[in-house]
């Protein structure tokens, strides 16, 4: 059973829950599909092996470190180096849930809580024992794990001479600095975010621009909808129902719940693209550019021009358009690369792991739609200042 849920967890993180099958890790594991049933009921059963095996490895980590002695500060570092230990056998990504039969999806619902809780627990026991600091431990915490998460998504075991303690060192490098340094940078000090404002209304006789504001606001609703719905789980009847549109309304704009997905990425590409190239043209060093990029990346996805879509979704495009919107992406880390490269060179970003740096900070960007909703405790404005607490602070020289 371990190497078939390590086979397992390696297709599911390379093909993505749409195109992972049974067919897959058996071809990974050298046996027959008909073996693999040896191991896994159907592809609901082997999502869910997968997913748990991920929990239990997650709990083991945090479980463990809250039972050790010392500050919160040396519990948190040593969660964080036994989640990424090369002795954990490989894991999932934990994506769509909803994929899950309703009795496995509270299990692992149950079980990210218990974790999440854990954690939290670590984090404020760190502030109140004074060696860790932070704004909100909440926020905090769910910015740690999503950049922990992300590492699934963009790690290829075996290529290259990157492994999970290396990440966690630099990981722990960044986090550590930054929440143990209150006060050195804070939303207080931020360049005004790239703020995307809603377009003015539309004159009643201009129909060509009452249609492209129609797909837009579809668009603008697919995306909330797959961050809160999933893709993979849900068919293009719980698209127009959870929309409140009828199906021949939806294939006015857009072909198919994959090319509604497409669409979801492109517009938010767009906007990304608008708002990185601004921060890139405007002067200021490199902290300020990465500082400004939160703060902006925090707006696109709960200000007025949000929500964009989550990026943990591309496999589910086709191999087209996933080439496309992996091309286009590209572009953009490019140049939030650019602005750490800048950094350390105008001496505003100390000399640290930079890729790992940023790939930690996209992570925790990315998870925000996972966790944040209008209304929600926090403002927008409390998540933008945590995450300049955890990274910029990461980011700062060192005193003396």
């Avoid at 040593?78 to 039969?101: C, K, M, T």
């Amino acid at each position: 059973m371990e190497r078939a849920l390590d086979a397992a967890a390696y297709v599911l993180n390379a093909d993505g829950l749409t195109y992972a099958s049974l067919e897959g890790v058996a071809t990974a594991l050298g046996i027959t599909k008909s073996a693999l049933y040896y191991y896994f009921r159907s592809k609901e059963d082997l999502v869910y092996k997968s997913y748990l095996r991920t929990c239990q490895v997650w709990i083991r980590a945090v479980e463990g470190a809250a039972g050790r002695g010392g500050a919160g500060r040396e519990r948190f570092e040593a969660y964080v180096r036994s989640r990424l230990s090369v002795d954990n056998p490989p894991v999932a990504f934990v994506g769509e849930i909803d994929f899950l039969a309703p009795s496995h999806r509270n299990e692992i619902f149950a079980l990210e809580r218990r974790h999440d809780h854990a954690l939290r627990g670590l984090l404020s026991e760190g502030v109140a024992d004074g060696s860790l600091t932070m704004p909100d431990v909440g926020v905090v915490n769910h910015s740690v794990i999503g950049a922990l998460n992300w590492i699934l998504v963009w790690l290829r075991p075996g290529k290259g001479e990157m492994t999970p303690d290396i990440i966690g060192e630099a990981f722990l490098d960044l986090f550590l600095n930054g929440l143990a340094r209150s006060g050195r940078r804070s939303a207080a000090d931020l360049p005004p975010p790239v703020r995307l404002m809603e377009p003015p209304p539309v004159a009643a006789f201009d129909r060509i621009e009452q249609a492209a504001r129609r797909r837009e606001a579809l668009v603008r609703s697919g995306s909330e909808f797959f961050n809160r719905n999933g893709f993979d789980n849900c068919t293009l009847e719980d698209v127009v129902n959870g929309l409140g549109i009828s199906k021949s309304a939806l294939y006015h704009y857009v072909s198919s719940k994959e090319a509604l997905l497409h669409a979801a990425y492109d517009r938010s590409l767009e906007k990304t693209e608008l708002v990185m190239t601004t921060i890139d043209d405007d002067p200021g060093d490199g902290l300020a550019k990465i500082m400004r990029t939160i703060a902006s990346a925090v707006d696109l996805h709960v200000g007025p021009a949000g929500p964009i879509a989550n990026y943990t979704r591309l496999k589910s495009l086709t191999p087209e358009h996933g080439r496309e919107v992996h091309a286009r992406s590209e572009r953009l880390e490019a140049i939030l690369s650019g602005f750490f490269d800048l950094g350390v060179a105008d001496g505003s970003v100390r000399r640290i792991d930079t890729h790992l740096a940023r790939l930690a900070l996209l992570g925790a960007i990315n998870s925000l739609p996972k966790w944040y909703a209008p209304g929600a405790r926090v403002d927008a404005d409390a998540v933008t200042a945590n995450l300049v607490h955890l990274f910029i602070n990461g980011l700062v020289p060192r005193k003396g």
